[in-house]
């Protein structure tokens, strides 16, 4: 298995650092920005609330580093107008990735249609070089069968990625449901990706989805491209490792 410092040096290049704490501001916006442009290299992404996306572009011109927001956040709602909508003001105000929670109340209910429906409604709005992520809340979803599924819908629909949670719910990401999502990119044959999202806040947490997507994937399958990591909390441990001031390996995948 990998040492930490390693998973770490990969893990960061793959990190959406994330900040949509109900108490952000424009100055932890800054602090976000600031903080992932790193001594070790610069994360993949920040996410941010839709209000955020000017002032982040801004801040992050000329790193490289690409503008997330959400849309249906975080209750996905069954309403693919609106989340349309969303989408594409986010895009027009310099978003370059959109994260659309699905309409999973609807799902669960037994309206699979529904998720169809929405991404393909946002989809239509991503433009060139933009990039979907559909997030499923697979905590909520629970079902492996049901999980697989919808993945599918929503690869089908159009997402570039399926991410495991909003990190908003009880359960988050857990390695049976991303291993579930990867078997299903494996055998979609499209070229798509994952985003583990929610609960993950230390580099031997990261290490053990890079693991699965090695072992599903292939070593060479994973980049910045085809695999996330959605996180707030991570880029400290990550750092830590980094730096030789690694904590004890008490990984945990949840919440």
């Given at each position: 298995m990998p040492d930490l410092a390693a998973t770490a040096a990969r893990a960061l290049l793959l990190l959406d650092l994330t900040n949509l704490n109900d108490t952000c501001d424009d100055a932890a916006i800054?602090?976000?920005?600031?903080?992932?442009?790193t001594p070790h290299g610069n994360v993949a992404a920040v996410c941010v609330w839709p209000q955020f996306v000017p002032v982040a572009r801004k801040l992050l011109?000329?790193?490289?580093?690409k503008v997330a927001t959400v849309a249906n956040f975080p209750r996905g709602g069954n309403d693919p107008d609106a989340a349309a909508r969303e989408a594409a003001a986010a895009f027009a105000d310099g978003a370059q990735e959109v994260d659309v929670v699905i309409p999973y109340p609807s799902l669960l209910a037994g309206d699979a249609a529904a998720v169809t429906n929405l991404v393909e409604a946002v989809r239509e709005k991503v433009?060139?070089?933009g990039r979907l992520k559909a997030?499923?809340?697979?905590?909520?979803?629970?079902?492996g069968a049901l999980i697989a599924d919808t993945s599918r819908?929503?690869?089908e629909a159009g997402a570039h990625f399926v991410k495991t949670s909003s990190g908003k719910t009880l359960v988050s990401a857990t390695p049976e449901a991303a291993l579930i999502m990867l078997e299903v990119i494996n055998s979609s044959r499209k070229k798509a990706g994952l985003v583990a999202s929610g609960g993950i806040r230390l580099a031997a947490d990261a290490g053990i989805f890079l693991g699965l997507a090695d072992q599903v994937m292939g070593p060479a399958w994973v980049s910045a491209s085809t695999f996330r990591f959605g996180a707030g909390g991570l880029?400290?441990?990550?750092?830590?490792?980094?730096n030789g001031k690694t904590r004890p390996p008490l990984a945990s995948s949840g919440n």
């Open positions: 800054h602090s976000l920005c600031a903080r992932a442009v011109k000329g790193t490289g580093i433009p060139r070089g997030t499923l809340e697979t905590g909520e979803i629970k079902d819908l929503a690869l880029l400290d441990d990550l750092l830590a490792s980094l």
